[in-house]
């Protein structure tokens, strides 16, 4: 096993069995041990509930895309009522989509693309801003997640500070960001804007699995 995306490691069986939070970390306890058991996970509560079941139950098995659902119950876990938003972009520029999902039950709540010539930076600004306003439009009081500081930035100053050129491929997405900046220069908002916590969580809800 070399370098992956993982950012927690179980050992069932090795030098010293337990989780670590690198691969440096847990190379060192199953390098060279016969018979050595160990898995990778995206995030800590995934981790610590393997290492609990034991490795029949997880090694050789692909991992769930969808959020634990006992990640609600944790004092430290994301808020279950909620929308979680995302989007996805194949190249840089390339064929850019987003959406916005509950977060407790990944059910999808909008979608939008693919557009064409797009980031995925762009993506994610649209994103906030549509849950945003679907939210006020339905009356809704609930947070919003999002796994991207630049789009964070970006609705802070009411502006998406994009260095994409506009062209033919994509004015429709041009057209949405200009109305997503009127939107948030027009529209007053007391919904909370949280940032999701990949490394302790896992995926957001709204991931489109492309990674």
Not at 151 to 158: E, F, Y
Not at 186 to 197: C, M, Q, R, S, V
Request: glycine share 8%; charged share 25%.
């Amino acid at each position: 096993m070399g370098k992956s995306k993982n950012n927690y490691y179980v050992v069932w069986v090795g030098n010293n069995p337990g989780i670590y939070d690198s691969w440096e970390k847990c190379k060192a306890q199953v390098h060279g041990f016969e018979g050595a058991k160990y898995k990778g996970f995206k995030a800590k509560n995934l981790a610590e509930k393997a290492f609990e079941k034991g490795p029949e139950t997880v090694i050789g098995k692909k991992q769930v895309a969808e959020i634990d659902q006992e990640l609600f119950n944790r004092p430290d876990g994301p808020t279950a009522n909620s929308i979680a938003v995302d989007a996805a972009c194949s190249g840089n520029p390339g064929k850019m989509e987003y959406r916005g999902v509950y977060t407790y039950s990944g059910t999808e709540i909008f979608r939008q693309g693919p557009h064409e010539d797009g980031t995925n930076n762009i993506g994610e600004f649209l994103a906030l801003v549509h849950a945003l306003a679907w939210l006020k439009q339905q009356k809704l009081d609930m947070p919003v997640y999002t796994d991207s500081k630049n789009a964070l930035a970006w609705i802070r100053n009411k502006r998406c500070n994009t260095k994409l050129v506009q062209n033919s491929k994509n004015a429709r997405i041009f057209e949405l960001i200009k109305r997503a900046e009127i939107w948030l220069r027009t529209n007053k908002y007391e919904t909370k804007i949280l940032k999701w916590d990949t490394r302790n969580w896992g995926e957001i809800p709204a991931d489109f699995g492309r990674k």
